[in-house]
């Protein structure tokens, strides 16, 4: 089956343009990045980060409710049947499922990651994090990585080592947010190990030597996961690596900031990665990513297996897309710089 331009599907321009709006506005690091994908994959990953958003909005609004879950699941099943609610993301989504041949163990994968979170569940080991990071992030890097026009299990595997580095980075960042809201997201092991008590984590949030050691040793796994991700953006088509690779240093500098602006204490204050940091971040990814090398395979995250044989079981189709050629590729992005350093300096 050959895949032409996606113009035939159910999202309209103006859905494409509301779907754009959501990460501008939701995240900027992610919308930096993005800015140097082709035009091709540019879009619909503005699609599923709709989707991600509105699934995130609708579990907030109920409060955590398992009843949101299965009205978003609902949802999902439209989108994957040909018949989506209406709504922009998910026309957007259905189109993605369609046009990629996204399995959809991707999609259900992150709602189930959403549902543990209405549940409350917490995790007692570092295994039993990655199932969870699985879900809420390495699926997503899974269906871009799809949308890319790549399906085999080395790269994916490194792309959910990429959404599971990025999630970890998520969780070190907010201890503090979370533990106010009642969550904990710490391996349990962990804290009890470092003598933390989770419960009396809870009720009183201390950025005790303790608990920073143990955001520190997250970091650590974290970063240990963005090094194989590296390897695995050199598998990617070279007009994609530069948004991928800048993502992944965006991110792992959050855990850097914390590290050395905080000292690893997220309980008191939430590490940022500023424009001009995030500039220089995208600038590096741009010129270093011609040159990155295939590494030596290593095996997926245990939690990783199944949603990369979900893929294998998927038909593959042709995705058709024009590779920008370097001269366009290199206007587009002296274009990108200077708007964001129009935005940077006057807030535009």
């Known amino acids: 089956m050959h ?3 996606p113009e035939g599907g159910f999202a309209t321009r103006a859905d494409h343009a509301h779907c754009a709006a959501a990460i501008r506005d939701g995240s900027r690091s992610f919308h930096m990045a993005s800015l140097v ?13 709709a989707f991600c958003r509105l699934s995130d909005d609708a579990i907030d609004r109920d409060g955590g409710s398992l009843d949101a ?36 163990a991707a999609p259900e994968a992150l709602l189930e990651g959403l549902a543990w979170d209405a549940e409350g569940r917490r995790y007692h080991t570092l295994e039993d994090l990655h199932a969870y990071a699985v879900r809420v992030a390495g699926a997503v ?8 026009g790549v ?15 990025m999630q970890l980075t998520n969780i070190a960042r907010d201890v503090g947010e979370d533990a106010r809201a009642g969550r904990v997201y710490l391996p349990l092991s962990w804290m009890r190990e470092a003598g933390v008590d989770p419960e009396a984590f809870l009720a009183a949030p201390v ?28 598998h990617l088509p070279a007009s994609c690596r530069p948004a991928i690779l800048a993502a992944a240093l965006i991110y792992a500098d959050i855990g850097r900031a914390l ?24 600038g590096k990814a741009i010129a270093s990513a011609p040159f990155l090398t295939r ?30 050629r370097m001269a366009a590729q290199f206007l587009q992005v002296l274009d990108m710089f200077e708007r964001l350093e129009r935005a940077e300096r006057f807030g535009e």
């Open 3 to 5: 895949l032409h331009s």
């Open 37 to 49: 994908l082709p035009a091709h994959v540019r879009r619909p990953a503005y699609g599923l980060y």
């Open 69 to 104: 879950v299965a009205r978003l699941r609902t949802r999902l099943a439209r989108a994957c049947d040909g018949a989506p609610h209406d709504a922009p993301a998910d026309r957007a989504m259905a189109d993605i499922m369609r046009e990629y041949a996204i399995p959809r």
């Open 141 to 148: 890097g899974v269906t871009m990585t799809l949308m890319m």
């Open 151 to 165: 399906r085999d299990a080395a790269t994916l595997a490194r792309a959910c080592d990429l959404g599971v580095a």
């Open 207 to 234: 950025a005790s030597p303790a608990v920073k050691d143990i955001i520190a040793r997250l970091l650590c796994e974290a970063d240990a996961l963005y090094a194989r991700a590296r390897d695995g953006v050199a």
């Open 259 to 282: 590290a050395r602006g905080h000292a690893h204490d997220s309980i008191s204050h939430r590490a940022r990665v500023g424009g001009p940091r995030k500039l220089a971040l995208l």
């Open 295 to 324: 590494g030596a395979p290593a095996p997926a995250l245990a939690a990783a297996a199944g949603l990369i044989d979900a893929v294998a079981r998927e038909p593959a189709i042709e995705i058709t897309g024009r590779q920008p």
